[in-house]
């Protein structure tokens, strides 16, 4: 089957399910299975009579919401190929290349997207539609509104409805769906998807995900993402759940997310570590607010969980959550079920993309009953490949869970390519039908010619006795100690990103010297809510500083039993802005490329060994977080 096909299997199973709750002027207005349907069915007609063809690439630039759904699912429709462009590419070079390269001959755009677009339009040869997710006044024969698109549907619905039933019919298993532009390590790949590839990739996560239908999923990822579009518009779809689109500010995170909870009390949240990191120093401050008394509760009754998943071998009996022993039942009474409430009420769990969450953290949302889910995949595998799963015998604290049905992984050796023993730590290489075999020859890394063959990820880590795998870097980002050793520098910067409020960004250097070192970037917005703000601004920033640095010194600390002493850093030099790569964009620490970083900061870096730096209160420090201060916003 087909993906069009599954949908209308969907549609005939779950019809008058919400399909998607999106919130319009602070409202959340919900659509129907059949709803939808209806939509894409007008949408895909109107499509074929303004000259859209089988094969045709037209390129998604929205927001994600039920204009985006509508029409991915209208393209999939008519056989054409869907191109989603990122929300935060903003930069014009980056755009033109992807609608270049991709010879797009449409383009469905928001309105806060247009004139991008159309200011480049000319020099896009290929490009002869546009379709604008708002109403269009102007006169360009090239640019219609959404309106117009469904308008043309409804008028020749009856002409063509049998024709656009013969060309779902003729989708090939085998037929590309969708083209996928990711700036990976910063070098532009380019991926094409078929149906086998999302189809599949859609099975074996539900083999193993048992949604439900009448579940909400809120969904606080851009849909542009390969590892969300699947996890959500399929996954979730797929098993008669509904997606939740929040429209949540960035400047007033907090207020609108716990709002949204308790207004819509979804199931699962799928986040970003930024996200996670926000919502637990949330939780923390609100516990505090009532009295240390009840963090130290918290903290005895985190250790008394991390203690029974040891002597379990890592597994979490989720049965067992809240009634450990009399103590846990009263911790649970008094201050879980509160926060839990708090949440909503009704949240099962939460998804994170990326590979990496602190131990903390994790036992921190194991403990109050809602568990970090995450996984690992690859933009070559369709997404993921393995997920830690809120169910018996599917959970193992600091994994990335099991392999999903029909998806098989092995650990070699990278020199040799020889399969390693259990507990070693080698290359992690994949085989699934979900994996990319069709090259667009942009790929850096060569990809199997066939499902039969073996996908080399070039990340690292090793799977246990009980088949879990354990995630522990990308092959590019592994930095070399002064004794010769190799380890990657992620779980440690996620770790202090993670535990540390007064973080917004950290990067980890170890150039083959005989300690590392950490460039930090100061959460602007957490240090001055801890300043007395009668200092004076000399004062206020040596009172930031010493903040920052006992932290980061008590963090040090905390992970001497899981890190290395020489893997972990020595010295701390503070930047005054953001590390960014790109123009307009902007990256979290587990996504930061190394290379790149090494060259752009080398002077702090190089600094960062000299006697100097030793001394947190250095002109540099000084200098940078007077800097990061005096900021308007972060």
């Known amino acids: 089957m087909n993906i069009i096909e599954i949908f209308e299997d969907c549609i005939s199973r779950y019809g008058s399910n919400p399909m998607i709750m999106e919130k319009q002027n602070n409202e959340y207005l919900s659509l129907s299975y059949q709803d939808i349907y209806n939509k894409v069915k007008k949408f895909s007609i109107g499509l074929l009579a303004l000259g859209i063809k089988p094969g045709d690439k037209v390129a998604l630039y929205a927001d994600s919401g039920t204009d985006w759904l509508v029409a991915e699912f209208s393209l999939f429709c008519i056989k054409a190929v869907v191109v989603p462009l990122s929300q935060s590419m903003t930069d014009e070079q980056e755009l033109k290349h992807c609608l270049l390269h991709s010879k797009c001959r449409g383009i469905v755009v928001s309105e806060k997207f247009y004139a991008s677009i159309s200011k480049m339009k000319d020099s896009l040869p290929s490009l002869n539609l546009i379709i604008l997710l708002a109403e269009y006044l102007g006169n360009e024969f090239d640019v219609v509104s959404s309106e117009r698109v469904y308008a043309l549907g409804r008028d020749l619905y009856e002409a063509m409805n049998e024709e656009l039933s013969a060309l779902i019919r003729s989708i090939s298993y085998d037929d590309v769906a969708m083209i996928y532009y990711t700036d990976v390590q910063t070098k532009k790949e380019v991926v094409s998807y078929t149906h086998r590839n999302l189809v599949t990739q859609v099975d074996q996560m539900s083999f193993l995900m048992q949604i439900g239908e009448w579940k909400r999923s809120y969904m606080m990822l851009p849909w542009s993402d390969i590892y969300v579009h699947q996890i959500s518009l399929m996954l979730i779809m797929f098993n008669g759940s509904t997606i939740v689109v929040p429209k949540v500010a960035v400047d007033c ?76 039942k009263i911790i649970d009474s008094l201050i879980c079920k509160k926060i839990r409430e708090a949440l909503g009420g009704d949240i099962e769990y939460f998804i994170l993309r990326g590979p990496f969450l602190d131990r903390q953290t994790e036992l921190f949302f194991l403990s109050i009953g809602i568990p970090v889910l995450r996984g690992f995949g690859t933009v070559m595998s369709s997404s993921l490949v393995s997920l830690n799963f809120k169910k018996n015998d599917c959970y193992k604290l600091g994994s990335s869970g099991k392999p999903f049905h029909n998806t098989c992984l092995k650990i070699v050796d990278p020199l040799n390519k020889n399969p390693l023993s259990v507990g070693e730590i080698g290359e992690i290489y994949i085989r699934s039908e979900s994996i990319v075999t069709v090259d667009l020859k942009d790929s850096k890394n060569p990809i199997p010619k066939s499902v039969e063959d073996w996908y080399s990820t070039k990340w690292f880590g090793f799977m246990d006795l009980d088949g879990f795998l354990f995630v522990d870097g990308v092959l590019h980002s592994y930095i070399k100690n002064s004794i010769g050793e190799k380890f990657s520098p992620h779980p440690i910067e996620v770790a202090f990103y993670l535990r540390s409020p007064f973080i917004s960004q950290c990067f980890l250097s170890n150039s083959g010297m005989d300690f590392a070192v950490m460039l930090v970037v100061p959460n602007r917005q957490a240090i001055l809510s801890n300043l007395n703000p009668s200092l004076r601004d000399e004062q206020k920033v040596r009172e930031a500083i010493r903040l920052l640095y006992a932290s980061l010194r008590n963090i040090t600390t905390e992970l001497k039993d899981q890190f290395s002493n020489i893997s972990l850093p020595k010295t701390f030099v503070i930047l005054g802005e953001r590390i960014e790569f790109r123009k307009n964009g902007e990256y979290y620490c587990e996504e930061i490329d190394p290379v790149v970083v090494e060259q752009l900061y080398n002077k702090e870096i190089k600094y960062a060994y000299s006697v100097q730096a030793k001394n947190p209160y250095n002109p540099k420090n000084l200098s940078n977080m007077l800097k990061m201060l005096s900021r308007r916003k972060e």
Request: aromatic share 18%; net charge positive.
């Open 253 to 328: 995170f907090c207020y609108s997310f716990f709002r949204d909870l308790h207004d819509i009390r979804p199931n699962f949240v799928y986040l970003s570590l930024s996200a996670i990191k926000t919502i637990k120093n949330r939780i923390e401050e609100v516990i505090a607010h009532y009295g240390k008394f009840y963090l130290l509760l918290l903290e005895k009754y985190i250790k008394l969980v991390e203690s029974t998943i040891l002597r379990s071998s890592g597994y979490w009996d989720f049965k067992l959550m809240g009634v450990l022993s009399p103590f846990a």
